[in-house]
């Protein structure tokens, strides 16, 4: 979500009349997009800053500006602690971005007539809510979407009102909010205009989309909507809560061949007393259950999820309960992480569990996820997989593209692959990527 946000500012400053350059060396303006879902994402944004302002010691006139969800959750305090920001403003506020390069325009002029420089200008902060106004303005603006890839992404929904015991998510990015079905449609012909063929839904929960106006039509409906548009051929949506994968959405994996056999669905945990401290609202039996009837739509749909070990009150036995779990559904990729305390969330009154045994816990799951993901890489040597190439790799002649199941491929070709889905038949796989040949070339 980051990276679509990242680009919708973008394409606000090019209108504005800025110019992307690759290195913030050669940069007027630097925005960072953070994170704070982790306190290692959150912690990054201030050792980042401190590059940035030797740069700006250099450059007075540089701006240095802060996005995303650090910026919601700090506001002005950012800008105590980080006296070299400019900028400050939350995910649902940066379609504002030229009204805040002018406003800090006047702050730095007025700084200037009273002080003769402009370094003690006032910085702008912008964390307003929630996400309704941000998607109108997008949307009344027309997108010029700078496409660099033949694969997008498209937001269609924003926040949570899930509360999980351990998220920042509803503080950070807000109260649920879908964007209308005809904007979601809009935007993606003119993507597909500009040559894009595979699209990934984005939202928090994005299985919570709905559109009221249209009829009250929900995520499974939007895709079967989406799949008649000229030009895409691909459909991926993420992330997914376990809650609201409803008959609906599960029959669109059984019927629709863009929609493509992979799965993000986060289950956090094993053990129902997790899962039930953690306010997931669904047990173990409950998301394998979920599991079997998407496996008996779309047979060979590969699932990932997200963990999270080490949740306060975990013991040994609920965590071998993760560890069954995952045998039980078994992933074709998987992220896991150590609980970390987020400011303001419940489970960071709780008492906490050491740190070693988060770690050692950790180390376990990863073993036996990154076996799984092995395995599943391993089934596809000797088949034939439809990529889409989307980029040259690293290696000369080396092009790169996806498989159905969001496999990163690489094969021997020259730049003409690009934005073409390939036959290609796998001759060798490793533990996070396949390598093949195009067939008939
Ligand atoms: N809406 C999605 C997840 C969004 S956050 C869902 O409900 O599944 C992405 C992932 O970050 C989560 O699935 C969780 O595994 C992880 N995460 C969120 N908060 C965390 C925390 N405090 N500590 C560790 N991992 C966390
Ligand atoms: Fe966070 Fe997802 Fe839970 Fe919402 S449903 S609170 S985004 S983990």
Known sequence: MNVYDSERMGEALNAAGYQSVNVPDEADMVILNTCHIREKAAEKVYSE?????????????????????????????????????????GPQTFQA???????????????????????????????????????????????????????????????????????????????????????????????????????????????????????????????????EVAGIERLRYTTSHPRDMDEALIEAHADLPELMPYLHLPVQAGSDKILKAMNRKHTAADYIKLVERIREARPDIALSSDFIVGFPGETEEDFTATLDLVKQVTYAQAYSFKYSPRPGTPASED????????????????????????????????????????????????MVGRSPYLQTVHVDADETVIGKILPVKITKAHANSLSGEILGS
């Open 97 to 227: 971005l030229p009204d805040m390069l002018d406003e800090l325009a006047d702050n730095r002029a007025d700084a200037l007539a009273e002080n003769g420089h402009i370094k003690k200008a006032k910085g702008v902060v912008r964390t307003s809510f929630p996400a309704e106004e941000k998607f109108a303005t997008l949307f009344e603006t027309p997108r010029q979407p700078l496409v660099r890839s033949p694969a997008a992404f498209v937001t269609v929904q924003e926040g949570c009102d899930k509360f999980c015991t351990f998220c920042v998510v509803p503080y950070t990015r807000g109260a649920e909010v879908s964007r209308a079905a005809v904007e979601i449609e809009a935007e993606i012909i003119s993507l597909a205009q500009k040559g894009v063929s595979e699209i990934t839904l984005l939202g928090q929960n994005v299985n919570a989309w709905h559109d009221e106006a249209g009829g009250d039509i929900g995520l499974g409906q939007l895709l079967r909507r989406l799949a």
């Open 351 to 398: 008492p906490q569990i050491e740190e070693d045994v988060k770690s050692e816990r950790l180390a376990r799951l990863q073993e036996l996820l990154n076996a799984q993901q092995v395995h599943f890489n391993k089934a596809q040597t000797d088949e034939t997989l439809d990529v889409l190439f989307e980029k040259q790799g690293k290696k000369p002649g080396q």
């Open 49 to 89: 800053l401190g590059r940035l302002k030797k740069l700006k010691d250099t450059n007075e006139d540089m701006i240095i500006g802060v996005a995303g969800c650090v910026a919601q959750a700090e506001g002005e305090e950012m800008l105590a602690r980080a006296p070299t920001v400019d900028l400050v403003f």
